[in-house]
């Protein structure tokens, strides 16, 4: 019988990423993917795929009841991966009433969705629900968040992939349904927005722009490649067990100023300038409420679902360069009349305020 799995978010960063790698570890696979196609929704990210007998794309709303419900009913998927998310914490700040609109309720339409397919008499598919170390909040010099950390989560996007975490694990407790929840730290790789931090500096260093660097740029971040990520995700779904949840990190600590210098290593050694483009980095004000450190103990899934990642934070940085070196393309189509690299999350009125 052919596997059916359906990727909400699927023409995203991450969803992309999955996406192709479900059809090459999973050749049998059918794979719907839907996504309303915001701004970070991209179909060039999904480039041959679409043309792929094996892949479906819903064009829908995760808020969208009847589109939910009636593509549930429809593909009958076998698992289903959520990561449809607004995500930008920048963007949270200014907006977030779209951050609490399409995490909370996006997330609560889609397992109701579930809860009342099985209800029709239909078996439910598994749900792996995507969710992010943000919402433990933040760290001091020494320890790393657990699967039983307290949440405290300390920005509106936080705050809103934390009520959805919340979400989750009440439909599995109260209906019996199959879910589970993975928490990852910081990815980065192909097909990443271009207002998140890594390609954000690579594209700003290769065309000699201030590179911004928030306060003193010693906030730490544990990184992880984002292939890694979706390895981690096939086999959350396929061997994590439901009501559980699963911490996934890259155990690649970093100040915001060492993956910056990487960076401009990497691009100085494949593409030099005639300086070294370190010398671009330029401090700005700091976020509002910036979180110090993150950082993920992945024993979890890696003891129990032998989960390990494939590369070192160096070498993802140099392939991470590289494929934006060879995608100017892909960078220009995306952020084309949405955002040119705009410093965001300053605070100010909330979209559509007068």
């Known amino acids: 019988m052919t596997p059916t799995y359906l990727v909400t978010g699927g023409a995203g960063f991450i969803g992309a990423n999955l996406v192709h790698h479900l059809l090459s570890e999973r050749p049998d696979a059918r794979v719907v993917v839907f996504d309303k196609l915001t701004y970070a929704g991209n179909l060039d990210s999904l480039g041959a795929a679409l043309a792929d007998p094996r892949v479906e794309l819903v064009h829908a709303d995760l808020c969208d009841r009847e589109a939910v419900r009636g593509t549930l009913r429809r593909v009958r998927p076998n698992v289903v991966w959520n990561l449809a998310a607004e995500s930008h914490v920048d963007r949270s700040i200014d907006g977030p009433g779209l951050f609490m609109q399409t995490n909370v309720m996006g997330t609560f339409e889609l397992v109701e969705g579930v809860r ?16 992010t170390d943000e919402v433990f909040g933040s760290l001091g010099e020494a320890g790393r968040f657990t699967e039983s950390s307290q949440y405290q989560p300390n920005s509106p996007y936080s705050a809103s992939k934390a009520a959805a975490d919340h979400v989750v694990r009440a439909y599995h407790h109260t209906y019996g349904l199959p879910f589970l929840t993975t928490n990852c730290s910081n990815n980065y790789g192909p097909y990443q927005f271009p207002e998140k931090l890594i390609p954000v500096v690579i594209l700003n260093a290769l065309e000699g ?26 086999l959350a779904a396929e061997r994590g067990l439901p009501g559980e949840t699963y911490n996934v990190g890259g155990d690649s600590e970093r100040t915001n100023l060492e993956v910056i210098e990487a960076i401009c290593a990497a691009l100085d050694g494949l593409r030099p300038a005639a300086r070294p483009r370190r010398e671009l980095v330029t401090f700005v004000r700091d976020r509002p409420g910036h979180d110090r450190r993150y950082a993920i103990d992945a024993t979890k899934i890696r003891r129990e679902l032998g989960f390990l990642p494939s590369v070192t934070f160096e070498e993802g940085i140099r392939a991470t360069v590289e494929w934006y070196l060879a995608s100017q393309a892909w960078c220009e189509r995306a952020a084309k009349g949405t955002y040119r690299r705009e410093r965001l999350g300053l605070g100010g009125a909330p979209a559509g305020a007068p």
């Open 116 to 131: 009342v397919l099985a209800a029709e008499g239909a078996e439910p598919p598994r749900l792996v629900h995507v969710s």
């Open 209 to 234: 722009k201030p590179i911004p660097v928030y306060g003193d740029g010693k906030n730490v971040r544990d990184w992880l490649w984002v292939r890694d990520h979706c390895a981690a995700l096939l």
